[in-house]
């Protein structure tokens, strides 16, 4: 059984998209909050620090790097108690956000991460794309799914950074990248210095809680969007995402 509305992603795997733009952009460090098993990680080749209150790390992760530093602790005590540029001696030219799934958790880490990194960094967040509407519930219920086939996929009800991200900080330049499983933002023109979503952060909270996405309006969400592909971007479309500060 399947519901009545399901958008598929055909590009590269988010993992490969992550570690391929750090190199476009000749990353001299990296941020990763949502470690796990080290999948996108390991790919990565510049200094880095990756971020994660229980790794089940399996692979090797340091591969090329001169330096990694993991730090098993929640993101919001990472960024309480430390500075990540100090940490690798290096500007933070990338940040990927893949933590807990619910839209409050991943709206905390990219205000924290756009103050640690600068002007012409790039701040990725993933699942914000969801092929449909149930997995987007707040807490996982693989065995409640009506759809079957995608019972494993949990994306949580971070869709609603790009709506809360469009009407609160136009400034930025938001692009969606159609990658597999469940998409990828790739966020520029960032600007360490805001304060708007840190001042107005319960107001969104009451405004974006509430919301649950159905078959509806997870139609409405893609009706309209642009979705870019990943070699677009990579080939120099989102110029802007390879500027150095």
Request: aromatic fraction near 12%; proline fraction near 5%; glycine fraction near 8%.
């Given at each position: 059984?399947?519901?009545?509305?399901?958008?598929w992603?055909?590009?590269?795997?988010?993992f490969?998209?992550?570690a391929r733009?750090?190199r476009?952009?000749?990353?001299?460090?990296?941020l990763?909050?949502?470690?796990?098993?080290?999948?996108?990680?390991s790919?990565?080749?510049?200094?880095?620090?990756?971020v994660?209150?229980?790794?089940?790390?399996?692979?090797?992760?340091?591969?090329?790097?001169?330096n990694?530093h993991l730090?098993?602790m929640?993101?919001?005590?990472?960024f309480?108690d430390?500075?990540p540029?100090r940490i690798?001696?290096a500007?933070?030219?990338?940040i990927f956000?893949?933590g807990?799934?619910?839209?409050?958790?991943?709206?905390?880490?990219?205000?924290?991460?756009?103050?640690?990194?600068?002007?012409?960094g790039?701040?990725?967040?993933?699942?914000?794309?969801?092929?449909?509407?149930e997995?987007t519930e707040?807490t996982?219920n693989?065995?409640?799914r009506?759809?079957?086939?995608?019972?494993g996929?949990?994306t949580?009800?971070?869709w609603?950074?790009?709506?809360?991200?469009?009407?609160?900080?136009?400034d930025l330049?938001?692009?969606?990248?159609d990658?597999r499983?469940?998409?990828?933002?790739c966020i520029?023109?960032?600007?360490?210095?805001?304060?708007?979503?840190e001042r107005?952060?319960?107001a969104?909270?009451?405004?974006y809680?509430?919301?649950?996405?159905?078959?509806a309006?997870?139609?409405?969400?893609?009706?309209?969007?642009?979705?870019?592909g990943?070699d677009?971007?990579l080939?120099?479309?989102?110029?802007?995402l390879f500027?150095g500060p």
């Amino acid at each position: 059984m399947t519901t009545a509305f399901t958008h598929w992603h055909s590009g590269p795997p988010y993992f490969d998209f992550v570690a391929r733009m750090a190199r476009a952009k000749n990353a001299r460090g990296y941020l990763e909050v949502g470690v796990r098993d080290g999948t996108t990680l390991s790919r990565i080749d510049c200094p880095s620090i990756g971020v994660d209150p229980f790794f089940q790390i399996t692979g090797n992760v340091i591969g090329k790097k001169t330096n990694l530093h993991l730090y098993q602790m929640t993101s919001d005590d990472f960024f309480r108690d430390y500075e990540p540029s100090r940490i690798i001696n290096a500007p933070i030219d990338v940040i990927f956000l893949d933590g807990l799934h619910q839209f409050e958790y991943l709206l905390r880490d990219f205000i924290n991460s756009e103050k640690v990194t600068h002007r012409h960094g790039l701040i990725m967040l993933d699942d914000c794309l969801p092929a449909n509407a149930e997995m987007t519930e707040r807490t996982h219920n693989q065995e409640g799914r009506a759809n079957t086939d995608l019972a494993g996929w949990w994306t949580g009800d971070v869709w609603k950074l790009l709506p809360i991200l469009e009407k609160y900080r136009p400034d930025l330049r938001v692009t969606a990248v159609d990658v597999r499983p469940t998409g990828s933002i790739c966020i520029t023109n960032l600007d360490p210095s805001s304060t708007v979503l840190e001042r107005n952060y319960y107001a969104i909270l009451d405004e974006y809680r509430g919301i649950t996405m159905d078959d509806a309006l997870c139609a409405r969400f893609y009706d309209g969007r642009t979705i870019v592909g990943a070699d677009t971007i990579l080939n120099g479309f989102e110029a802007s995402l390879f500027v150095g500060p």
